[in-house]
């Protein structure tokens, strides 16, 4: 009798395990603070849950997100973040058509549209400094850019550009000196980052 209840409790936790193991892989909502990646990591879960409809409703959702963003970044970049929101749009007409068999496409996708925005506000940051403006919000949507694109690709930012990150989120206006200093570890972050994808 004690050997059938042990079996079964061992089947219970290998079952439990077992379930267990795809939300580990799977960046949950919460996991993020701004959009387009919160809306993103619901079309994760939606997909992960097998829900194609909802999965590609997030994306076309963050998709929308990022071309508005197009309309906000400087005009030189604007061309990259509308490519991004087509590669989004693109990517949540095959989630719905079922052509899209794993999370992992979703997430490099992810991380790659979160690189483009990074990149679009380092440069709208770099415009908005020379136009003697302060660059603070444009250097803070890079660094959530950049954070994003490395949680979706697995990977770890620089230490000096995550402490850069995370100085840029508590920091209300930054001066002329730390922007400089923000600006140049964030740059060399969104290099790095751009080819980590590539590679």
Known sequence: MTRRISSVWIAVIAAVLIAAIPA??????????????????????????????????????????????????????????????????KLGGEVKKGTVKSG????????????????????????TQKSGKDATEALKKAGAGLEGAAKWSGTKLQEGTQASVDGLKKAGKVSTDEVGKFFKSIGDGITDMGQKLTS
């Not at 809306?39 to 590609?56: H, L, P, R, V, W």
């Not at 992992?104 to 709208?124: E, I, M, N, P, R």
């Open 104 to 127: 992992d496409q979703l997430k490099k996708t992810f991380a790659q549209v979160d690189h483009s925005l990074a990149k679009a506000w380092h440069a709208t940051a770099e415009q």
């Open 24 to 89: 580990v892989y799977a960046q949950a909502p919460a996991d993020f603070t701004t959009e387009p990646d919160k809306t993103m990591a619901s079309a994760q879960e939606s997909f992960m849950k097998g829900d194609m409809n909802k999965a590609a409703e997030h994306i076309q959702k963050a998709a929308a997100y990022v071309k508005r963003e197009g309309a906000k970044v400087g005009k030189d970049s604007k061309e990259g973040v509308m490519k991004a929101g087509d590669q989004l749009s």
